[in-house]
């Protein structure tokens, strides 16, 4: 049986394209420069291959903005069907400015370590550290944060 939704965090149409576009053009500008300049072939490659890289991540950024995260009783989760964070994982929760976290987001850290994962845009996890954010809306990710803080004190 499936948990009650309590808050959702997902990218606006507008900032999915407005990121979508700006890696792209980012992407077309590397490829040009790469592709026209006259020094040497090996900074030509590099310039290129950045471009090309530039792409892949926008090829995913798009993929990985058309899901969206999940807070439920249980923890977090990507609309995709992906666990995030358990809540009785959930060591502590980081949303100040001077926290490394995603743009519009805070970041969890966890008990243990998990896997690494990236959906750009929306979600990392890297050992005990979660990201939620990028190019999500500021008070989506502000209402999920205290919703999910409200939950972890209560759990304690």
């Not at 006259?38 to 995913?60: K, Y």
């Not at 519009?104 to 990392?124: D, M």
Request: net charge positive.
């Amino acid at each position: 049986m499936q948990s009650e939704v309590i808050a959702v965090v997902e990218a606006t149409a507008f900032r999915r394209w407005m990121a979508v576009a700006t890696l792209t053009g980012v992407s077309v500008l590397l490829i040009y420069t790469g592709v026209q300049a006259g020094s040497s072939a090996l900074l030509s490659v590099c310039v290129i291959a950045l471009g090309i890289f530039s792409l892949v991540i926008g090829a995913r950024l798009y993929q990985a903005t058309r899901h969206r995260i999940e807070l439920t009783s249980e923890g977090l989760r990507d609309s995709s069907g992906i666990p995030i964070a358990r809540l009785d994982e959930i060591a502590s929760l980081d949303r100040g400015f001077l926290a490394f976290k995603p743009s519009n987001g805070f970041v969890l850290r966890t008990h243990a370590p998990s896997g690494k994962i990236w959906r750009p845009g929306l979600w990392w996890r890297i050992g005990r550290q979660v990201g939620v954010g990028g190019v999500v809306p500021g008070h989506q990710a502000r209402f999920m944060a205290d919703r999910l803080a409200e939950l972890v004190a209560a759990q304690r």
